[in-house]
T-cell receptor, first 114, second 117 residues
Framework: DTGVSQDPRHKITKRGQNVTFRCDPI?????LYWYRQTLGQGPEFLTY????????KSRLLSDRFSAERPKGSFSTLEIQRTEQGDSAMYLC????????????FGPGTRLLVL | GNSVTQMEGPVTLSEEAFLTINCTYT??????LFWYVQYPGEGLQLLLK?????DKGSNKGFEATYRKETTSFHLEKGSVQVSDSAVYFC????????????????FGQGTTLQVKP
């Protein structure tokens, strides 16, 4: 068990470009979550999957954001036409669903939009 | 709606001092409660958790008790070390709605702890 991994760890892009992040969860975990964390704040929920189904999306997730988990394993988060306000740390977490569910986080992808 | 409030930081302590970081929550139903820690340049690590009222979570000398009557989950440690310097986040797992449990976490804003030798 290598834990949750995310790639890339850092991304610098210019405003208007598209970016895609990848998350590989712990192998037996059926749930996968995306959060966004800005400087000095706690993480905020963006969306989550149970297996390959996307079950909930936050109102924070504008139409420029899309997430997939095509085979119920890894997930991608794409941001189209990036804006400076998208600069943040994007965190992925995975878990096994249940009443005592505990999420385990990856190291995050830090995005800077110039 | 559901929310978590933490004491503002930074909290600066000398090594071996007693630590308390206050956390209170607002939730409908019965959430699970968590403390996560974030060391500089790293992701969030689970520190401890409690899933029902009066449960005490503990790990690495840290403790927190789920107090339903005061809706609190304060983090304590009897003797802090320089290596405990980090940002600490209190979080709740959104309670069940009907037969479903989204499991999504709602975090406080974080409390920075600085421990000086």
């Amino acid at each position: 068990d290598t834990g949750v991994s995310q790639d890339p760890r850092h991304k610098i892009t210019k405003r208007g470009q598209n970016v895609t992040f990848r998350c590989d969860p712990i192998s037996e975990h059926n749930r996968l979550y995306w959060y966004r964390q800005t400087l000095g704040q706690g993480p905020e929920f963006l969306t989550y999957f149970q297996n390959e189904a996307q079950l909930e999306k936050s109102r924070l997730l504008s139409d420029r954001f899309s997430a997939e988990r095509p085979k119920g394993s890894f997930s991608t988060l794409e941001i189209q036409r990036t804006e400076q306000g998208d600069s943040a740390m994007y965190l992925c977490a995975s878990s096994i669903s249940g009443s005592r569910e505990t999420q385990y986080f990856g190291p995050g992808t830090r995005l800077l939009v110039l | 709606g559901n929310s978590v409030t933490q004491m503002e930081g930074p909290v600066t302590l000398s090594e071996e001092a007693f630590l308390t970081i206050n956390c209170t929550y607002t939730a409908t139903g019965y959430p699970s409660l968590f403390w996560y820690v974030q060391y500089p340049g790293e992701g969030l690590q689970l520190l401890l958790k409690a899933t029902k009222a009066d449960d005490k979570g503990s790990n690495k000398g840290f403790e927190a008790t789920y107090r339903k009557e005061t809706t609190s989950f304060h983090l304590e440690k009897g003797s802090v070390q320089v290596s405990d310097s980090a940002v600490y986040f209190c979080a709740l797992s959104e309670p069940r709605r009907g037969s479903s449990n989204t499991g999504k976490l709602i975090f406080g804003q974080g409390t920075t702890l600085q421990v000086k030798p």
